[in-house]
């Protein structure tokens, strides 16, 4: 091999050594820019969990940058992200996460949504949990046609607690 030899494959070696670098840093910024814009969406991902001085079990909830609750919970013993929505009549769980967590399909129910007229499916889940925060046997829907990742929390399981909102703050009690 002659030296314009070896300087040229240095110099292509080099190259790729730049593009992997470059790859490296643009992935570790993807990665931490997702974890920023997550934590703008569920500012709730870790919970401030307690006994309120009356002895009630007690969540402290901050909104996120869309005016919106969203928080880390659990149904049926399984992580699930909630959206809090007073204005839904029950528990509304999409379509492929009821599947994900093995909820059956029960009666057929017309529901109107935001985007009108709907059939979503009856089911109860066995318990329903935000932080410390628990409730047994709540009706809910299954609802194909939801496509978001968050179930909407709504008055089905709302309707037994009691909540607050302050500022940016909502503290529910049960």
């Known amino acids: 091999m002659n030296k314009r030899e070896e300087i040229r494959q240095q110099r292509r070696m080099g190259g790729v050594m730049q593009a992997l ?3 490296v ?6 990665f931490f820019f997702s974890d920023v814009l997550d934590r703008q969406h569920n500012p709730n991902r870790t919970l401030q969990s307690g006994i309120a001085e009356d002895g009630r079990r007690e969540v402290v909830l901050q909104r996120n940058r869309m005016g919106h609750y969203v928080t880390a919970g659990r149904i049926d013993g399984e992580p ?5 929505d007073t204005g839904a009549t029950g528990v509304a769980v999409p379509g492929a996460l009821a599947a994900r967590l093995g909820l059956r399909r029960g009666v057929p129910l017309a529901t109107q949504t935001a985007n009108g007229m709907s059939t979503s499916y009856a089911t109860r889940l066995d318990s329903v949990s935000v932080g410390s925060i628990e409730l047994r046997g709540v009706a809910a829907t299954i609802a194909p046609g939801m496509d978001m990742d968050e179930v909407l929390l709504g008055m089905s399981f709302l309707k037994h ?3 607050t909102q302050r500022g940016d703050t ?3 009690r049960q």
Request: aromatic share 20%; hydrophobic share 85%; charged share 5%.
């Open 25 to 30: 840093f643009l992935a570790l910024g993807l």
């Open 21 to 23: 670098a470059w790859l």
């Open 170 to 172: 909502l503290i529910l």
């Open 80 to 84: 699930v992200t909630f959206l809090l």
């Open 161 to 163: 607690i009691e909540f």
